[in-house]
């Protein structure tokens, strides 16, 4: 293994290959993520991607999925390029590993790598450290992880990855804290999850526009919610809550849930919580904007999180809303 990377602070070490700029090529930054669908970092990325001068600067995004994923089809247009590779799990790690070096075998004009998939990065840290590329990124999005089958390797990659890091980013004080330790967190970048709030302005056109098109009534209290069906995001709780609001308080009520994902064993029959009232499953949308201001009550009872992007972006429409999350009031 060549000389390691000291973390965040490996300028110096990297003189001989700082990156060449030029006018006529632009600089090409590699992020890399698990696939590039509506999750909260991929939309973040992709609202940067739109506003950029992609003449100076171009996203490429190295994913791990063979599908194609939400926002594929506009990164191409945009003159991104798009790589995939295998998914990462212990028995694919050779195979992975043997991947990632032959990728940068055929790819060494990258000389800034930002990852956005936490310590699952580390192998491909390790090779860009190994072929002394000048920056390399990890990004904390997420304040910690579950205790699961995943969590003993999540911890292994996360500490060993960091002598390869030149540089940490997080949304948050917790997110940098859990992902790059104490000491290092302090050096991380704090990069605000900036929105359009423009997209997002209270329009009572729309939401009349938008409950039609949903066939709910104009006078109907809508509680939505906006999120990855995954342990995460909590929905049993959420239908905890639902269901003794309608049950005590607004028997009519609806409920909107925006969003894909595998977990949906709380809406299942049998389940602890009774699901028995009016429902509407919209899947991934790219109107989320527009969706929002369907909704009277927005309820995002998260297990955890660095920051609370939606709560944000929830607030920006001058309509009632409800969020009963866990985050201080001096995050916001």
Request: aromatic content about 12%; glycine content about 6%.
């Amino acid at each position: 293994m060549d000389k390691q990377a000291q973390p965040m602070d490996a300028s110096a070490d990297r003189k001989s290959n700082e990156i060449n700029v030029t006018m006529e090529e632009p600089i090409r930054i590699l992020m890399l993520f698990t696939i590039m669908n509506r999750g909260g970092a991929e939309t973040m990325v992709m609202n940067y991607d739109r506003h950029i001068d992609r003449n100076r600067v171009q996203f490429d995004f190295m994913v791990h999925r063979q599908e194609r994923g939400a926002y594929d089809d506009e990164i191409e247009a945009m003159g991104g390029k798009i790589y995939r590779m295998i998914p990462l799990h212990p028995f694919t790690f050779n195979t992975y590993r043997k991947q990632i070096s032959d990728f940068f075998d055929q790819h060494p004009e990258y000389r800034i790598i930002h990852g956005h998939c936490s310590e699952s990065g580390y192998f491909v840290y390790r090779e860009a450290a190994g072929r002394r590329v000048p920056v390399i990124i990890a990004h904390a999005h997420n304040a910690h992880a579950l205790f699961d089958t995943k969590w003993l390797f999540r911890t292994y990659f996360k500490h060993t990855m960091r002598p390869y890091l030149t540089q940490g980013f997080t949304c948050g004080k917790e997110a940098a804290r859990w992902l790059f330790g104490n000491e290092l967190g302090k050096k991380a970048i704090l990069q605000r999850n900036a929105i359009d709030t423009f997209l997002y302005r209270f329009d009572e056109a729309v939401r009349l526009e938008v409950r039609q098109e949903l066939h709910l009534s104009k006078d109907v209290t809508v509680v939505g919610h906006v999120g990855r069906f995954n342990r995460q995001k909590n929905h049993e709780f959420l239908l905890e809550v639902f269901h003794k609001y309608v049950q005590e308080f607004n028997p009519t009520a609806h409920l909107l849930l925006v969003g894909t994902g595998n977990c949906k064993k709380p809406f299942k029959k049998g389940t602890t919580v009774p699901f028995d009232r009016p429902s509407t499953f919209v899947g991934g949308r790219p109107d989320v904007n527009r969706l929002l201001q369907a909704m009277d009550l927005f309820c995002s009872p998260l297990l955890w999180k660095a920051f609370p992007f939606l709560w944000l972006r929830r607030n920006v429409p001058a309509c009632p809303a409800l969020c009963p999350i866990a985050f201080p009031a001096k995050r916001l």
